[in-house]
């Protein structure tokens, strides 16, 4: 029973080495993958168009990023703006070469023309109080698709002054710094030249296209580098709120939309191909076991993280799909007339959460590899720590985020009007968690509320950060020492590093870099007292790489009451059956070696008797004695003259016995 239960537990760990060898395999093609489709000139491209379009100064000192009022948004895109769209001439005012095509930086091609898209509120979307009608004309709320403006104003005819719908501009929505806006709206496309664009602005300035009803303007254009072969797609963003002033906030994707270009996007086609052809293998593999375990299956959390890489990964190719045929269907259009806008939002969008999907995806990849090293007593300590205190943690999640909430709702009613960090109830709670891990601004608070800021500081530090914080801690930290001590006290298990060792030490051993098994043995015997027990000999030998099996069957043949220790008797009895055999297998190798080199010397000797009949017969004659003087000597200083053995004893010995495992 103990020699099938070794068994099974040695090829249950020998499949999941054999399985993680194959994951490893799908975990760098991913990797490859993932990798693959990123660059590491997208955040130096990044990195350069943000300081051009956001951080160029005007005359007056006005930048994107320094915008607080309609004025200074209109002396920003009637200079930096259009001094960054537009490169037609090299530093010494030679012309670039390009017809009327803008080169920014000289090597990224700005696709098509910019737009400018703005939305409105319509008047009265809001109340005035009765005190007050007398003195303000209008009111206009902030921004709500129930409250937009689609009505003509202004010059009544064109884009700017007609109001698009989000279907008809093929748009999508946008998450700013206030809220969420629609696709659709009042819109107008800049021109080819400089020139041009600069009369297109300054007639929205002198027609008032932007009033008191307007709550955002978009300005979208793209840009493309055949050096890296990378798009970016940018997006300023102006919002105006109720409040008055202006909150400049950005949108800068740089993807990858051309895939296979150069060699190693060929390469990575190879990695995709591998990549489904795992993803189909797992598969099948997941519906064999849940087709076998039924709903035990779910039971099991690392089934659980199964399902979701696969999931991931089916969307990701579905993903993968979808992006390349609406790029072939799309490129050609955008690119076919560069006087209109290349709306190449829709396709950076999608490309973006394709990437997104990656990395999820190689995340829970990664975490997977847990699953095959759980065998580790590390790990296990980890893993039974965690699942023991799970109850004992969601008692005190709730306990704390209680207290957690409370606090937050006291700082955004006391500071939020005067406190950016406070300003909102959702940061509130990240702060709340930066001044746990010490990062947080005491003077704001203190200067917001002079009394109760300070109150608030300390009590929360003091009951969040000082006792429920240890308190957490404390549960754990009670929790994995009971589960340390348990595991100290259970029987060693097999671990897939004893197997990896095992193999190894058996490499070493074919390698001749090994003593030989009887050795082996002969030390896990000298370090037993009167008494060896079985788990103190196989942990002996087990370090030094052999299987548990094996082990198993050598202390089986000697313990014969199969008690599972080896008394005096029994271990002396095993010291002289290995005994035997080291004197009997280094007998063989002399042997061995005497006769190869009887062969050599007949070899040379025989030939001298062909060449001279007396001389050969003489020295043939010296040979064999000697070889005979030399066996007697051989025979003499190998054999033990003792007392002779008995017909029983004589009967039973091992001269034809098969060789066992380990010598024995």
Known sequence: YLLLKVENRELYVKTTLRELLVYIVFLVDICLLTYGMTSSNAYYYTKVMSELFLQTPSESGVSFQTIGSMADFWRYTQGPFL????????????????????????????????????????NNSCVVHDDFKEDIAGCYDVYSEEKENTSPFGLLNGTAWQYYTEQELDGSSHWGRLTSYSGGGYYVDLKITREESAETLQDLKQNLWLDRGTRVVFMDFSVY??????????????????????????????????????????????????????IFYYIVEEILELHIHRLQYFTSIWNILDIVVILLSVLAIGFHIFRTIEVNRLMGQLLRNPNIYADFEFLAFWQTQYNNMNAV???????????????????????????????????????????????????????GTQVENFSTFVKCIFTQFRIILGDFDYNAIDNANRILGPIYFVTYVFFVFFVLLNMFLAIINDTYSEVKEELSNQKNELQLSDILKQGYNRTLMKMKLKKDRISDVQKALQKGTKELEYEDFKNSLRQLGHAEHEITEAFAKFDKDGNQILDEEEQKRMRNDLEEKKVRGENDLRWNIMRRWITRREGVHFRRVRGNSAQGFKNFYYWFCGCGLVGVAFFAANTHFGELPSLREASGGHFCSPKAPLGL
């Open 83 to 122: 001094d960054s769209l537009y490169w037609t001439k090299w530093y010494n005012n030679k012309s670039l070469g390009h017809h009327a095509q803008s080169y920014i930086y000289y090597e990224n091609l700005l696709l098509g023309v910019p737009r400018l898209r703005q939305l409105k509120v319509q």
């Open 361 to 415: 995806n190689l995340f829970f990849a990664w975490i997977k590899i847990f699953k095959y090293i759980s065998f580790n007593k590390t790990m296990t300590q980890l893993s039974s720590t965690l699942a023991r205190c799970a109850k004992d943690i969601l008692g005190f999640a709730i306990m704390f985020f209680i207290v957690f909430f409370a606090y937050a709702q006291l700082g955004y009613l006391l500071f």
């Open 225 to 278: 580098n055949a050096n890296i072969n990378l798009f970016c797609v940018l997006r300023l963003v102006v919002e105006f709120p109720a409040t008055g002033g202006a909150i400049p906030s950005w949108q800068i994707r740089t993807v990858k939309l051309l895939r296979y270009v150069s060699t190693w996007d060929f390469f990575i086609v190879s990695c995709e191909i591998v990549f489904c052809i795992f």
